[in-house]
């Protein structure tokens, strides 16, 4: 079946340094990914949405120059979180979606970020 | 206003028993799809059943079934016979519209989320 690979499972880093965040679809091509952001026993916000080879589109509220998300290939799109604050710390995860199948979608397994 | 709404935070059902996780959805679109998965404690994303706004019979998956209401606007989930290992948060969801051109067709609108715990 369809897999999407997200690395790093977990980091820890210190305030002020930046995150780089991976997801690569395995053995298929993503035409569009999906990056949400999760607090504890909270719900997936959809913080933005990348086509390959085009600008992400953020949703309202989410800082674009904080979140940094390139898809370069149809295969890999990464979240860089700059500047990292405790406040950023979350559950980040990404969902590929296959091309035009109307379920389609395939998460990562998740990245916990921890910022100290 | 909420696009998907899930108003039980948390409910509990015995082993084996059959368990109904509300939702109910806003949309003024004629074409979307309503999704729901489980998401266990490891924080992974499972599929669990889907729903397209055209489609006249209930979506069935197994132990899982969508009870899918048009004209109320809900998607309930119902899950038979419950095991200790359905013990998760669920998340009902929904694409609207039809999947097009364009940089943000496609993207799921999740509810609150319901944690189920299963009791043996």
């Known amino acids: 079946g369809a897999v999407v690979s997200q690395h790093p499972s977990w980091v820890i880093c210190k305030s002020g340094t930046s995150v780089k965040i991976e997801c690569r679809s395995l053995d298929f091509q993503a035409t569009t990914m999906f990056w949400y952001r999760q607090f504890p026993k909270q719900s997936l916000m959809l913080m933005a949405t990348?086509?390959?080879?085009?600008?992400?589109?953020?949703e309202q509220g989410v800082e674009k120059d904080k979140f940094l998300i390139n898809h370069a290939s149809l295969t890999l799109s990464t979240l860089t979180v700059t500047s990292a604050h405790p406040e950023d710390s979350s559950f980040y995860i990404c969902?590929?979606?296959?091309?035009?199948?109307?379920?389609?979608?395939?998460f990562g397994s998740g990245t916990r970020l921890t910022v100290v | 206003a909420q696009k998907i709404t899930q108003t039980q935070p948390g409910m509990f059902v015995q082993e084996k028993e059959a368990v109904t996780l509300d939702c109910t959805y806003d949309t003024s679109d004629q074409s979307y799809g309503l999704f729901w998965y489980k998401q266990p404690s490891s924080g992974e994303m499972i599929f669990l059943i889907y729903q397209g706004s055209y489609d006249e019979q209930n979506a069935t998956e197994g132990r899982y079934s969508l009870n899918f209401q048009k004209a109320r606007k809900s998607a309930n989930l119902v899950i038979s016979a419950s095991q200790l290992g359905d013990s998760a948060m669920y998340f009902c969801?929904?694409?609207?519209?039809?999947?097009?051109?364009?940089?943000?067709?496609?993207?799921?609108?999740f509810g609150q989320g319901t944690i189920l715990t299963v009791h043996p």
């Open positions: 969801a929904m694409r609207e519209g039809q999947l097009a051109g364009g940089t943000s067709y496609g993207k799921l609108t």
């Open positions: 990348s086509n390959e080879g085009s600008k992400a589109t953020y």
């Open positions: 969902s590929a979606l296959r091309g035009r199948h109307n379920h389609g979608y395939t």
